[in-house]
């Protein structure tokens, strides 16, 4: 018997890293899944690892009509939501704030911010009809600790934490939970800056338990919240970051500099 047999979840941001891999968790918990996100070769590609558990649904969380279509076919299709994992994100451009490209700002937070909160507006509604529902955001530990160089990724995510407690004061009487998961170093295709030389091995050194995360680390607390072990836990953010917000955020301006500056001359072309 899996951990969330006869449940529905909602996952967006599926098609790649941390959203595909809370997917197949769930699905292989005994979850019927409708997975989002903008790459369709991508959400087929999941859909045929998952099975018939699995509906894929083309939705971009920058389109409120995308969301509604997607917890639409949920409710049509499996008579319910149960479950609503909002993992898409984007990390968006990096510049010190005296530099800041507000148009590339609100690209950030139109998918970490408005994205989110629609989400939740429409994930919501069909929740608090049914009277209950856990709603699981993926945040990071940038919304908790600052960076140099990311104001726009890092004020966006301490909005989805923030945006995360409000939403569970407002649904807890209507038998709703509402949680984040804020990862830390993790290794997906928009980490892949990490693996520069030094910039990973800089973050190791600020990590106690001495790695970079893996999706995986992820999926255990991912199905804890979806499930009902976790029905007396709602408002609350949950940074699976290897320890790293113990200690402080590497310097990532001065590291990108020094590679610069020490990179090998290019030969004449």
């Known amino acids: 018997m899996g951990m969330l047999d006869g449940k529905t979840a909602i996952v967006t941001g599926a098609t790649h890293g941390i959203g595909r891999a809370i997917a197949i968790a769930y699905a292989s918990e005994g979850a019927h899944v409708v997975a989002c996100g903008r790459d369709e070769p991508a959400?087929?590609?999941?859909?045929?690892?998952?099975?018939?558990?699995?509906?894929?649904?083309?939705?971009?969380?920058?389109?409120?009509?995308?969301?509604?279509?997607?917890?639409?076919?949920?409710?049509?299709?499996?008579?319910?939501?149960?479950?609503?994992?909002?993992?898409?994100?984007?990390?968006?451009?990096?510049?010190?704030?005296?530099?800041?490209?507000?148009?590339?700002?609100?690209?950030?937070?139109?998918?970490?911010?408005?994205?989110?909160?629609?989400?939740?507006?429409?994930?919501?509604?069909?929740?608090?009809?049914?009277?209950?529902?856990?709603?699981?955001?993926?945040?990071?530990?940038?919304?908790?600790?600052?960076?140099?160089?990311?104001?726009?990724?890092?004020?966006?995510?301490?909005?989805?934490?923030?945006?995360?407690?409000?939403?569970a004061l407002e649904l807890g009487e209507f038998g709703v939970r509402v949680n984040a998961i804020g990862p830390g170093a993790i290794d997906t295709r928009m980490t892949e800056w990490m693996k520069l030389p030094g910039i990973g091995e800089a973050i190791v050194s600020e990590t106690p338990l001495g790695r970079i995360g893996q999706t995986g680390d992820l999926t255990g607390l991912a199905l804890y919240l979806a499930s009902d072990a976790s029905s007396f836990v709602t408002g609350q953010v949950f940074y699976a970051d290897g320890g790293a917000s113990l200690m402080r955020y590497p310097d990532l301006p001065a590291l990108f500099r020094s590679l610069r500056d020490n990179a090998p001359p290019q030969a004449p072309s």
């Open 43 to 167: 959400l087929a590609s999941l859909a045929a690892a998952i099975g018939g558990r699995c509906v894929a649904q083309r939705a971009d969380v920058q389109s409120e009509a995308d969301i509604e279509a997607a917890v639409r076919i949920a409710t049509e299709r499996f008579g319910g939501l149960d479950i609503a994992l909002n993992a898409a994100g984007t990390g968006g451009s990096t510049s010190l704030v005296r530099n800041a490209d507000l148009a590339a700002a609100e690209e950030t937070w139109r998918t970490n911010v408005l994205g989110v909160l629609a989400c939740m507006k429409h994930e919501s509604r069909v929740m608090r009809q049914r009277g209950r529902g856990t709603i699981i955001n993926v945040s990071s530990l940038s919304g908790k600790m600052p960076a140099k160089a990311m104001a726009a990724y890092c004020g966006s995510k301490a909005a989805v934490n923030m945006m995360t407690e409000v939403a």
